[in-house]
């Protein structure tokens, strides 16, 4: 089973800047698009970025030139660079991962359990 563990959440203050990340593992898997989602409360999940293996990038527009994808293949990791933080960009941060494995042979999703990100005024 493919766990997605993310680190990196916490507490900072509008203009400030913080670091995801989300690591994969589990028995024999491969990875297709990775990303970044958030719920914020009341609201539903939305995109914020993803990431193909080879390093093709899609933002939210209400993200793009403060956040920043990144991924490293070979460790099966993505981050997520946030910077110039928003008090609207408080949100629970999901990792996402099109896996593939040999008990489900076609692409499907996982998620992680998520990390709180909270930008004070």
């Known amino acids: 089973q493919v766990q997605l563990a993310e680190s990196g959440g916490g507490l900072v203050q509008a203009g400030g800047s913080l670091r995801l990340s989300c690591a994969a593992s589990g028995v024999a898997f491969s990875i297709n698009t990775m990303g970044w989602y958030r719920q914020a409360p009341g609201k539903l999940r939305e995109l914020v970025a993803t990431?193909?293996?080879?390093?093709?990038?899609n933002y939210a527009d209400s993200v793009k030139g403060r956040f920043t994808i990144s991924r490293d293949n070979a460790k099966n990791t993505v981050y997520l660079q946030m910077n110039s933080l928003k008090p609207e960009d408080t949100a629970v941060y999901y990792c996402?991962?099109?896996?593939?494995?040999?008990?489900?042979?076609?692409?499907?999703?996982?998620w992680g359990r998520g990390t709180q990100v909270t930008v004070s005024s």
């Open positions: 996402n991962a099109e896996i593939t494995t040999p008990a489900m042979p076609y692409s499907h999703d996982a």
């Open positions: 990431i193909t293996p080879g390093g093709s990038t």
